[in-house]
């Protein structure tokens, strides 16, 4: 399956707005490499941004060899850079190829420093891609977060999407929740307390944030939070569980036994059922002088 990050040659056609042969031209020179996905010729991002580059340097009539010369200069010249069209920012007047890098500008072909170059309408001339939306960023941010090693970048992702729609609950619990299972209560925390704040009607963000309270050993204020899930959502059975959880930690050994059986209710054949009937059965056996509150 394709992820967000590929691209078939006919999404590049369509996306940068270039004839088929000319894009078969930059491949045969060199200016940009597809990858193998199976039997498929895919392009990343990165492809994406070179492509814009060079296509809007090939419109002010920059002569595509030239510019192979341009980047191959480059990557002699400049350490630590592998990909001169995606990474710098590449100027031209149609005649001189300009490099603008660590706050100077070059000439690659030259190897000359330029100190001089600056005009508003050439600075102008090469922009990067749009800013994907929102709905972008979050998809993404999916695809990236069930892979281990790209989680980082998940969690980038959903910021990126919060950024442009910072009232988005569903992006803020995906993104606490990503956290959470990182152990970094604190940060999950935080966005699930956002999530209520924007919405405080959402049983999904209460359970959340009561979730993340129990594992800071806030058990009073998780409390709170899920029966107001129980009070927006009465047969949300997961919030039964962890009630009863969380009143045999607070010694409310009545109230436990009220969401066990509540919970038996909803769910009277998979394994957490197994465990409600254990703990209501264990806390039966055991007379308790609390008593649920009316």
């Not at 959880?245 to 769910?267: M, N, P, Q």
């Amino acid at each position: 399956m394709a992820t967000l990050d590929e691209f078939s040659e006919q999404e590049v056609v369509r996306i940068i707005g270039v004839a088929e042969g000319r894009l078969a031209y930059w491949k045969r020179l060199g200016l940009v490499r597809p990858r193998m996905a199976g039997r498929r010729k895919v392009y990343r991002f990165g492809d994406l941004i070179s492509l814009r580059t060079i296509k809007q340097l090939a419109d002010q009539h920059v002569p595509a060899r030239r510019l192979r010369r341009a980047v191959e200069a480059l990557l002699r010249q400049l350490e630590g850079i592998e990909a001169p069209l995606a990474e710098l920012r590449i100027l031209s007047d149609g005649r001189s190829i300009i490099v603008q890098h660590n706050g100077h500008r070059l000439e690659p072909l030259s190897g000359q420093l330029l100190l001089s170059f600056e005009t508003r309408e050439l600075a102008e001339k090469v922009r990067p891609l749009p800013a994907p939306p929102a709905d972008e960023w979050l998809a993404r941010a999916l695809e990236l977060e069930v892979i281990p090693r790209r989680r980082a970048e998940a969690r980038e992702a959903y910021q990126r999407a919060l950024e442009l729609r910072p009232a988005w609950v569903e992006a803020r619990l995906n993104l606490g929740t990503l956290l959470y299972e990182e152990g970094n209560f604190e940060e999950a925390e935080v966005e699930f307390r956002l999530a209520v704040e924007i919405d405080p009607e959402h049983a999904l963000a209460r359970f959340n944030l009561a979730a993340v309270l129990d594992e800071r050993n806030q058990w009073e204020e998780a409390c709170e939070h899920l029966l107001e899930a129980l009070r927006i959502s009465p047969d949300y059975a997961d919030a039964c569980y962890n009630l009863a959880v969380i009143c045999e930690k607070l010694g409310r050994a009545t109230e436990a036994r009220h969401y066990w059986a509540r919970y038996i209710e909803f769910d009277s054949r998979s394994e957490w059922a197994v465990q409600a009937r254990r703990r209501l059965a264990a806390l039966n056996n055991t007379p308790s002088p609390f008593k649920l509150p009316s």
